[in-house]
């Protein structure tokens, strides 16, 4: 079965410092793959998201992200962190067709990124 | 659209209640997920349907839960008898197409459930 890994269930970095949030999958056939948020009492929004074409993926809030088959990683990457972008960040990927996990998405244990003053 | 809508968005009950928690996805979306997100597990995925139809109930942890979803713009999520280990907060997702085509799936605000 496919599985996600997120490196550091806590990251706490200082306003206007560069924001890295780490994700790695287990496919050996390269997946769709996805950035989620969640804010206090809130559900997930979508960040951004890989399917195919360039690998490195624009999303909203300045947030981009990069797909490296060869680590068979999908980091996420902000330059300078504001204060609103405190919430907890989800990696998750979906097979293609014909995978063990196609037809629905695997989650990461989630990140929560602390921005200081 | 007003997105995905849960109800209740919280519910306090004794063990050995019956709960049932309630969601109306997105208008057109073919596709909707039960997920239960709690601490120690994280976000679980326990149920999807696609045209209403069950598809994946693998994630569903024991016979105490049911899922239905009688038509498009209505499903519930059933837990009887319920335990305190049941607590979580359990999210409704839905979406146009099947995640395997890249699509984003777009969740309800939750339903935090207190067992004691």
């Known amino acids: 079965a496919q599985s996600v890994t997120q490196l550091g269930s806590h990251v706490s970095v200082s306003e206007g410092a560069l924001v890295l949030l780490r994700c790695n999958y287990s496919?050996?056939?390269?997946?769709?793959l996805f950035w989620y948020v969640q804010y206090p009492n809130q559900g997930l929004q979508l960040l951004l998201k890989?399917?195919?074409?360039?690998?490195l993926v624009k999303g909203i809030n300045g947030f981009e992200a990069e797909f490296k088959k060869s680590e068979t990683s999908f980091h996420l990457t902000k330059p300078s962190a504001h204060m609103s972008d405190a919430a907890e960040y989800f990696c998750?990927?979906?097979?293609?067709?014909?995978?063990?996990?196609?037809?629905?998405?695997?989650f990461g244990q989630g990140t929560i990124l602390t921005v200081h003053p | 659209d007003a997105g995905v809508i849960q109800s209740p968005r919280h519910e306090v009950t004794e063990m050995g209640q019956e709960v049932t928690l309630r969601c109306k996805p997105i208008s057109g979306h073919d596709y909707l997920f039960w997920y239960r997100q709690t601490m120690m597990r994280g976000l679980e995925l326990l149920i999807y349907?696609?045209?209403?139809?069950?598809?994946?109930d693998s994630g569903m942890p024991e016979d105490r839960f049911s899922a239905k979803m009688p038509n498009a713009s209505f499903s519930t999520l059933k837990i009887q008898p319920s335990e305190p280990r049941d607590s979580a907060v359990y999210f409704c997702?839905?979406?146009?197409?099947?995640?395997?085509?890249?699509?984003?799936?777009?969740f309800g605000p939750g339903t935090r459930l207190t067992v004691t």
């Open positions: 997702a839905s979406s146009p197409t099947s995640p395997g085509t890249g699509s984003e799936q777009y």
């Open positions: 998750a990927v979906s097979d293609l067709p014909g995978g063990t996990s196609y037809g629905k998405l695997t």
């Open positions: 496919s050996s056939v390269p997946p769709y």
């Open positions: 349907f696609n045209n209403n139809v069950p598809i994946d």
């Open positions: 890989y399917t195919t074409g360039a690998t």
